[in-house]
Each structure stands twice: as structure tokens, then as C-alpha cells.
């Protein structure tokens, strides 16, 4: 596999690896509750997983669900595609961490009151060290899923 084939893997990798700090956060705040550096790094810089899991807990009640549910398989996914030097599995993986980075951004808008008029509406993002995390996730996951688009469309001018 040459380099932009690996370049699908940023994007499960990027969703693993944020949807696991973001766990580990949450986890240590449960054992040193009175750590203001943790409250900071649950609420300010993982906030957006939080969000999520309040939308998912209607759902799916399992703790952790985010992770191993979601993250773990997506990234064991796009593993299995490198192991294996196949297309299809890292393609796939690329896809799905796409549509998980999407979600997230859709679990962060909080529901509003319905407007009767017609109005641009600003999209509340998250602000500083949340606006990182989230950017780099969504960022790489496009990345990701924008190579997996160009590799098959090379891949079916090449049969043409």
C-alpha cells in the first residue's frame, strides 16, 4: 500500500484516539472528583462526548458504549484493512469515522425553540480547547474519507 492508501487510516485513528481520552477523562474524574485540571479537561476539551452520550443514553444505556461500540470497531476495522492490504475495509472505516465525526458535530447543537420566521442561525460550535479537538477530528476524518473517494475513483479510471 503506498502512502495515500495509509491516509485513510487518520481518520479512524483520530476518533479512536479522542473517543479514548475522552474515557479516560471521564473515568479519572470519577476517582479525583476535586481535580479542577480534570473538570476542565471533561467539560471544556471533551464536551462534545458528553453531549453525545446524553443523546446515545435514550438509546443505548451501556457506559463506555462510545468507545467500544462505536470507536473500538471502526478503528479495528480500518486495522484489519491494513493487516490485510485491502481497499474495502480501510475504505469503510474512512467512511463510518466520517459519519461519527458528523454525528458528534450534530449531538453538539443543542434543541432550540422553534422560530415562526425565517432567519440564519448561527451554528453553536464549541470554543477553545473543544473547538481543537473537534476541528481535528472532523478535519482528519474528511481528510480520510475525501482520499478513500479520490483512491476509487482512480481505481475505476484505471478499469476504464
Not at 483520530?14 to 470519577?30: D, G, Q, S, V, Y
Not at 422560530?115 to 453553536?124: D, E, K, N, P, R
Amino acid at each position: 500500500m503506498t502512502r495515500i492508501h495509509r491516509l485513510q487510516f487518520l481518520g479512524p485513528l483520530a476518533l479512536f484516539a479522542a473517543t479514548l481520552c475522552a474515557e479516560i477523562a471521564a473515568r479519572a474524574l470519577e476517582y479525583a472528583p476535586g481535580s479542577e485540571w480534570l473538570w476542565f479537561v471533561n467539560l471544556r476539551m471533551f464536551g462534545i462526548f458528553q453531549r453525545s452520550y446524553m443523546a446515545l443514553s435514550d438509546v443505548v444505556a451501556i457506559q463506555g458504549f462510545q468507545l467500544f461500540g462505536i470507536a473500538l470497531p471502526i478503528f479495528a476495522l480500518a486495522c484489519v484493512g491494513l493487516v490485510v492490504k485491502s481497499r474495502f475495509p480501510l475504505a469503510l472505516a474512512s467512511h463510518l469515522s466520517f459519519a461519527c465525526a458528523a454525528l458528534l458535530v450534530l449531538f453538539w447543537q443543542t434543541p432550540g425553540p422553534p422560530t415562526a420566521q425565517a432567519s440564519l442561525v448561527g451554528i453553536a460550535v464549541p470554543s477553545g480547547a473543544g473547538l481543537y479537538v473537534l476541528a481535528t477530528i472532523l478535519g482528519s476524518c474528511l481528510l480520510s474519507f475525501a482520499v478513500s473517494h479520490l483512491l476509487y475513483i482512480r481505481a475505476a479510471r484505471a478499469e476504464m
